[in-house]
């Protein structure tokens, strides 16, 4: 430990605070903590601390706070824009904060710690019949405190919602130790400032998210799942729009995906089979509709299908007819990610732009991806009823992804962005900014939005040591 940064009275005080189980500080321990989920990056951290409960993440930033040191939070570590990967701050990982403090059924809310993962809050709801409806491919490694912090989406934002639309209340560790207990099941409260908001999507640079309150919603009777063919992105908006009128809006996913992904997806994911082998369409949409009641429900779904087949909207598909068969018409969705990390690194982008722009900025945005790099291969695809596509340009078969990324890289990103800029869209629409597009979104806010999101760092952690260098400089 000589060349450790901290001082050596902190690590004792440390480890009084948090207990044998509730630190690693032998480097060669901190491995599973240390790189993103992609296998890109490596970070670096001087003392791993795993308080178990509220009272000790107080403790710990309040010892931090006395001897100035920078704290990165941590939760799943599924994070897509390296905001949880420390770089020389002491990391506080919440897995160990596991609490369910209350689950009050006639009020349709529950209090969990931010270490509870969502596929375990999916269950736990379920027992008391009821549905939380945040649903996403890392789900069974996402934490709570991590997807509030990100402010996740996932694919069920249509009916649903993001994470921000399903907390009513959190609380807080601040950077000074001071615990802010904010945990709420009101679903209406005007006193002054809606402070949680603050922290939703906070990444980490506000406080350290210990526990929090939020919706569970009524289980919907049934589920029904559809694989549909298309021709274009213009003919799946038609498709959605009319889904979501003949439905009355019970379209729950509505998710868009090109031939060439779900070929990596059936080339590369064991136990993978194409929903409608004897039909091959450019396009492919997953939807899923959710019925408050079973009777009635095939009948609406049939009867939309026919007008889509008779307006030629959709060319072909199937429906799911048991829920194996749903489970992998799922898959070929979920696995989408994997399976593309399998053929090495796309240049991503994680962009939104209003529903009714999308096919234009997929048509354009082609365009001025193969101006620079003309053997690309696109795949696009994503949660198109929220106008959030996953635009991810692999390089073409043969070439090395580190060369095509370094090469191609920046003045992909740039066109793609600057086209999503001109749509009024977004640059990061689900994953948030971390590290990787920090600086881009100091340049492309405006002047008087950059002066206002400085000014609630400061206000907030005037010190700068909560996951400095992350979303926004101080
Ligand atoms: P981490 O990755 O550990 O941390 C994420 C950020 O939050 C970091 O900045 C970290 O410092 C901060 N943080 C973590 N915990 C706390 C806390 N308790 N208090 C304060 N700050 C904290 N996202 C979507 O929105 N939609 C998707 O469909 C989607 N699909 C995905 C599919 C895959 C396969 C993967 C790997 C990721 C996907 N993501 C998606 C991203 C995912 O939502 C985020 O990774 C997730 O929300 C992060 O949760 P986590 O617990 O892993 O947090």
């Known amino acids: 430990m000589t060349d450790n940064p ?62 100035g040191v920078a704290i990165t ?4 570590n599924t994070g897509l824009v390296l905001g949880g990967l420390p770089n020389g701050e002491v990391l506080l990982s919440t897995k160990r904060l596991r609490a369910v403090r209350d689950i009050d059924p006639l009020n349709d809310s529950v209090t969990v710690e931010a270490g509870i993962i969502l596929a375990e809050l999916q269950e736990i709801v379920a027992k008391e019949n009821r549905l939380f409806p945040l649903s996403l491919a890392a789900e069974g490694e996402a934490q709570i405190g991590g997807l509030i912090s990100t402010n996740a989406g996932g694919v069920a934002v249509l009916k649903y919602g993001m994470m921000r639309d399903l907390v009513l209340g959190l609380e807080v560790v601040m950077p000074d130790g001071r615990i802010w207990n904010g945990l709420t099941g009101l679903r209406k409260d005007n006193t002054a400032y809606d402070l949680k908001q603050l922290f939703i999507g906070a990444e980490g640079t506000l406080g350290v998210i ?11 009777a049934v589920k029904m799942v559809s694989w549909l063919c298309v021709e274009s992105p213009a003919k799946a908006v038609e498709l959605l729009a009319l889904a979501k009128a003949e439905t009355g809006g019970a379209v729950s996913s509505f998710e868009l995906m090109p031939r060439i992904g779900v070929d990596f997806v059936l080339e590369q994911m064991p ?23 079973e009777e009635g429900a095939r009948n609406v779904l049939e009867g939309l299908l026919e007008k889509a087949l008779e307006a030629e909207i959709v060319t072909d598909g199937v429906l799911a007819e048991s829920e194996t068969q749903a489970f992998e018409i799922w898959k070929i969705r979920e696995t ?28 354009e945005a082609n365009k001025l991806v193969y101006a620079i790099a003309p053997n690309a291969n696109i795949i696009s695809f994503g949660h198109v009823g929220d106008g959030n596509m996953h635009y991810n340009v692999a390089p073409p078969e043969g070439v090395d992804d580190v060369e095509f990324s370094k090469e191609y890289g920046p003045a992909l990103t740039k066109a793609v962005h600057d086209l999503v800029c001109e749509m009024s869209g977004s640059i ?18 405006s002047g008087v939005e950059l002066d206002m999101l400085r000014a609630v760092k400061r206000a907030l952690d ?12 101080i």
């Open 336 to 363: 989408l990610p994997l399976a593309e990390k399998a053929f090495g690194k796309a240049v991503k982008h994680d962009v939104s732009v209003p529903v009714s722009a999308l096919p234009g900025f997929i048509q």
């Open 210 to 220: 210990t526990a929090a309150t939020l919706k569970m919603m009524p289980r919907p």
């Open 6 to 67: 901290l001082k050596i009275e902190f690590i004792e005080q440390a480890k009084q605070i948090l207990g044998p189980l509730g630190f690693i500080d032998a480097p060669e321990d901190m491995d599973n903590y240390l790189s993103d989920w992609r296998g890109r990056m490596k970070g670096n951290a001087p003392f791993v601390a795993r308080p178990e409960t509220v009272e000790q993440v107080s403790a710990f930033m309040t010892l931090c706070a006395e001897y």
């Open 462 to 473: 005037p010190e700068n040591r909560m996951n400095p260098n992350r979303v926004v400089g």
């Open 271 to 293: 136990d993978t089979r194409d929903p409608h082998p004897d039909a091959k369409s450019p396009w492919y949409v997953l939807m899923e509709i959710s019925f408050p009641r």
């Open 73 to 76: 939070p941590q939760g799943g």
């Open 428 to 445: 990061s629409a689900e994953h948030g900014i971390g590290t990787m597009k920090r600086d881009e979104l100091a340049e492309r806010v």
